[in-house]
Structures are given as C-alpha cells and as structure tokens.
C-alpha cells in the first residue's frame, strides 16, 4: 500500500502563471487535506476535502487558491496568477476516518 | 481558535541524554494529538498518536503523555541518537474544527 503521493516535488512558476498541485490519497483514504508551510513558519491548514465535498476552507486564502477532489482522480490544489508571496512547501494528508493523518513528502512551489 | 506552542524552539544536546520536549495548547476539547517529525526538506514522519482518554503513550524510546486538562503533552526521547536530529512537532485534533493544529515545532540536534 503506496503511502501519500504528491506530485511534482519540486515546481516553479513565474509570477502571474498558475501552478497545480496533486496529492494521491492512501488507497482507501477518503479524506485528504492540504496544509501550507511558509519559510521559518509552522504548518498552517488551508482545506479539508472528501470526494467531491469540500468540508472546510476555512484556511483557504479567499483570492486565487481552490481545490478540488474528484470522485476519480488525486486532489488538486490550483494557485492561480501566482505571487512570490505563494512560495512555500505545500503539504497533503490523508485519513480513512477522522483518527489519524498520513502525510505526502510535500510540494515545494518556488516563485519567481 | 486553537493555538499550539512548543517549548523549547531549539535545543542540542550530547548524544545519550534524555530529552523533554513541551507541547501546550489553548482548547482542551480535542480529540486526540499526534506528536510528528519533519526532517529537512521532506514529509512529516508520525510518531505517537494520544487518544483524548489516554494519558500516554509509548513506542520503542519515544514515550508521550497527554494532559488534555491542563492543554499540555509531553514527548520523551530516551538515550538520545545522532539520527534523531530533526523538528518535533505536535498537533492536537480538534478545539477548534475537524483538523490538526500545529505548533511550530522544536528543533533538535543531537551531536556526537
């Protein structure tokens, strides 16, 4: 059983292009979330998803960011119109309940 | 609005001390709370998972307790190694919506 898969590792952007994230669930996890980790800061959350549903955005900047968790398919956390401000390591986790979160290897975004 | 603080921020020590690294958090209405590590550029690892109605909990030389009362755990590390050189982080689930929370971690060096 595969762990979280994220894809690409490592991505760069020019200011003003749009960057896509995906994240592969553990196989049988239905639930998967997204958190943010800025340079010299803590991990901070952005969305919780379960397929089709998103269940909490609450850490979603309101301008830009949007994901998505197709009933087939890996989760997509889409930046638009990128900023320097959006580099960061961008994490995925994924749970078949609520009880204990699995962890990808990250997205490093780098903007430049 | 759950907010989490580790202490110390940094720490290194001699290779073989025992170690104490402090987690507190300000809503004790939580479910449970994963005690993590993140290595330099990669994932996070997870290490303890502490059920609100447990006190502890111990794996090989980690061993970590959780007074949910009072918002604190506590993570020992024993006989401390070279390769358990990395950031702890602690994450309680829930007081304050259905996601971990994270403090921005201790950063450890253990030295030869």
């Known amino acids: 059983n595969a762990g979280v898969m994220q894809n690409p590792r490592h991505l760069v952007r020019r200011r003003g292009q749009e960057a896509r994230l995906r994240c592969s669930p553990m196989?049988?996890?239905?639930?998967v979330y997204w958190y943010r980790q800025l340079p010299e800061e803590g991990l901070k959350f952005m969305v919780y998803?379960?397929?089709?549903?998103?269940?909490?955005e609450s850490g979603m900047p309101k301008e830009r960011f949007s994901a998505e968790f197709p009933k087939e398919g890996p989760s997509i956390l889409r930046i638009q119109q990128v900023v320097r401000g959006d580099s960061a390591a961008y994490f995925c986790?994924?749970?078949?309940?609520?009880?204990?979160?699995?962890f990808g290897s990250g997205t490093q975004l780098s903007v430049l | 609005k759950q907010e989490v603080t580790q202490i110390p921020a940094a720490l290194s020590v001699p290779e073989g001390e025992n170690l104490v690294l402090n987690c507190s958090f300000t809503?004790?209405?939580?479910?449970?709370l994963q005690w993590f590590r993140q290595d330099p550029g990669k994932g996070l690892t997870s290490l303890l998972l502490?059920?609100?109605?447990?006190r502890e909990q111990t794996s090989g030389r980690l061993n970590a307790s959780l007074d949910k009362s009072s918002g604190r755990s506590t993570l020992y590390i024993a006989a401390s190694q070279p390769g358990d050189s990395a950031t702890y982080l602690c994450?309680?689930?829930?007081?304050?919506?259905?996601?971990?929370?994270f403090g921005t971690g201790t950063q450890l060096k253990v030295e030869l």
């Open positions: 809503d004790s209405a939580i479910y449970n």
């Open positions: 986790a994924s749970s078949w309940d609520t009880e204990k979160l699995f």
């Open positions: 196989k049988g996890h239905s639930h």
């Open positions: 998803l379960q397929k089709e549903n998103i269940i909490d």
């Open positions: 502490i059920q609100s109605s447990q």
């Open positions: 994450a309680p689930w829930g007081g304050g919506g259905n996601k971990l929370t």
